[in-house]
């Protein structure tokens, strides 16, 4: 069974900066895409940015800029780093990569920017 471990969410102040990690444990003989989605209360999920195993990125557009993905294949890990914060990137953020031609998907973690 392969599960991924979120953190580095938080509290920061807007303009601040985090950055979440997503590492996976377990069998894993196939390993491709990875990403990060997140939620704010009452609205839908939606993709904040994703990296494929060729290491090419995308990102939502209000992120751009501000926002970078990558990834340690490695070590089976995504990383998010978050700079110049805003109230609205509030929400649970949650990683998912695509291992063994299934995608799993991490447990969360909570983001909240104050004004």
């Known amino acids: 069974q392969v599960n991924l471990a979120e953190s580095g969410g938080g509290l920061v102040q807007a303009g601040g900066s985090l950055r979440l990690s997503c590492a996976a444990s377990?069998?894993?003989?196939?390993?491709?895409?990875m990403g990060w989605y997140r939620q704010a209360p009452g609205k839908q999920r939606e993709l904040v940015a994703a990296i494929s195993k060729g290491r090419r990125t995308n990102y939502l557009d209000s992120v751009k800029g501000r926002f970078t993905i990558s990834s340690d294949n490695a070590k089976n890990t995504v990383y998010l780093q978050m700079n110049s914060l805003k109230p609205e990137d509030t929400a649970v953020y949650y990683c998912y990569q695509e291992i063994n031609f299934r995608e799993i998907w991490g447990q969360g973690t909570q983001v909240t920017v104050s004004s």
């Open positions: 377990g069998y894993i003989f196939h390993l491709n895409g």
